[in-house]
């Protein structure tokens, strides 16, 4: 009877529809095997820049190939971050249309706990370096903004093999809602100067490949020099290259308009996908093996300089800016927007979970390395304030991730009585809801 129905309050982090879920493990997989690649590339680049070959890694770094007509006679340095960065923000790209129109994230309910907490873990981490750096370091507010996911992952390969589904999840969504937010933090606040022809010119081979990809077009032949032509007039724009990968990736459908059970076509198999996953599945390898690895070793070699060197970079104002937004701007930023959002929508998290497993992502979500290296070239330069930039982005990765290994493996049992759980039952009702239904 209606006057005994018993409404039950929504829940946070419960699991995801098992497409959904499969798809995710697919793409962890993936990140976790770039995550160690580029652990590596930015180890060797910093056992190079400190060794007495430290200046053949810079000679390295400085070495300019490309066709001076085209003005992109670029050093190897900008074509990595610059060229291979768009390729990441490409699959980035993919990624976030992906979860807003085919995956669990199409459902608002779903959507708005890491879309407000990735809000959250950019605009608190942005205060406290504000904060802590004051103005005359105001220009790299951005640095400790953003997630990187690669990074973390490859941390939580380590410490958390067993956590549950839904937190995986919620940390991937977190971080591709993270890259959109930098990427337009990147089109916005780092346009040093504004050329208004190449911008305009750059959406006509764009305007062409979403044609063409609409189509269902897939020859490489057609669609790169396409793409290659659009990335070189937003680099000459002097809008940061990088956003060029994400709108061609926002050109890319997601569906096919073959219906489920129909015939294949070149738009897609007959189950509905479209050219999306077929990108996706092509270049994600490609970003997370080849591009963010060889950005992350042009990026990260730095000369620390001793223990004393060290301890100096890491007293400049700027630097201990970027750690405090880091390992304690990231956290507070990321659990404060999901309590308010529990609090609103009266949610309780799901069973055998508690705020200290969010607060063990949170600050995971610390992890800053790609994009804050990025960000932080952009907003200094070339120079002694960059050096500290790379050390303090450094330092502070890495007291994230054994914060987060802490408190992480605090819950390790509960996370293997869980995952056992969650493997053992095979009853998925494939329901897109962020609350389970009585």
Known sequence: MPGNTVT??????????????????????????????LLAAALGALIWANSPWAQTYLDLRTIEVGPAALHLNLDLATWAADGLLAIFFFVAGLELKREFVAGDLRDLRRAVVPVAAAV????????????????????????????????????????????????????????????????????????????????????????????????????????????FACWALVHASGVHATVAGVLLALTVP??????????????????????????????????????VPVFAFFSAGVGLGGLSG??????????????AGLLVGKPVGILAATWLVARFTRATLDEGLAWIDLAGLAVLAGIGFTVSLLIGELAFGMGETDARVKIAVLAGSL???????????????????IHQSETADSDHDGVPDLYRQP
């Not at 489920?260 to 390898?285: I, N």
């Not at 007291?399 to 493996?409: D, N």
């Open 120 to 227: 959250g873990g950019v605009t608190v981490p942005a205060l406290v370096y504000l904060a802590v750096a004051g103005g005359a370091g105001a220009r790299g507010w951005a640095i400790p903004t953003a997630t990187d996911i690669a990074f973390a992952l490859a941390v939580l390969a380590v410490i958390g093999r067993s956590l549950p589904d839904a937190l995986r999840t919620f940390l991937l969504t977190l971080a591709v809602v993270d890259d959109l937010i930098a990427i337009i933090i990147i089109a916005t606040f780092y346009t040093s100067h504004l050329a208004v022809l190449p911008l305009l010119a750059a959406m006509v081979p764009l305007a062409v490949f979403a044609v063409l990809v609409r189509r269902g077009t897939r020859a490489w032949w057609l669609l790169l020099p396409l793409a």
């Open 8 to 37: 039950r309050a929504p829940r946070l982090f419960n699991r995801s529809t098992w497409p959904e879920a499969r798809r995710i493990a697919d793409i962890l997989r993936k990140e976790t095997i770039g995550g160690a690649l």
């Open 254 to 291: 997601v569906l096919s308009r073959t219906p489920p059970g129909g015939r294949d076509t070149a738009e897609g198999p007959a189950d509905g996908r479209g050219l999306a996953e077929h990108f996706e599945h092509r270049f994600r390898p490609l970003s997370a093996g080849v591009a």
């Open 399 to 417: 007291a994230a991730a054994l914060l987060a290994t802490v408190i992480l493996r605090l819950r390790a049992r509960l996370y293997r009585r």
């Open 310 to 323: 060290l301890a100096d970079a890491l007293s400049d104002p700027v630097a201990m800016g970027i750690v």
